[in-house]
């Protein structure tokens, strides 16, 4: 078994269906070990998106992931790393697979509603950024 780090973004949450993200979680046969809502500062979502300060897009993403709440998970099941990075689809939603949560719901590269952790080292960073052993069931 493996966990993995994902969050619903402001754009879903906004939108009114984190119920359908979780439903394609559920179908994809992950266990929720952890979930909350927050709504991150700036300053959390820098620190969350360190890896990515050099980039471009750092600003608007940390502002946009900033300006309304979002939904954190742990996520349970074998293989869970690649397997939610899966059922996410493409980084750009126009270039996701059908079925993906980003070609379903994403509104753009930036506003693609879901998050997850790309290798064991990062879920291993991001998962305590966010919550304690006690939250993990
Ligand atoms: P994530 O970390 O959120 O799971 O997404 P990812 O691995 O597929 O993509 P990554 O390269 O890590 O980028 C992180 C997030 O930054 C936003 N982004 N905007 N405007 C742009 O060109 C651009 N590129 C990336 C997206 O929200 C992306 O998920
Ligand atoms: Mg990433």
Redo the contacts with the bound molecule.
Sequence with gaps: MERTFA?I?PDAVERKITGKVLAKIEEAGFSIVGMKKIHLSKAQAEGF?Y??KE???FN??CA??SRSPVVVLVLERENAIAKW?EV?G???PANAEPGTIRKEFGV?????S?????APETAAFEIPYFFSQLELV
């Design positions: 969050i973004k998106y890896v990515h980039r471009p897009f608007d993403l946009f992931m990075r996410m493409a980084t750009n753009s590269i930036e506003e693609n879901a998050h997850g952790s790309d």
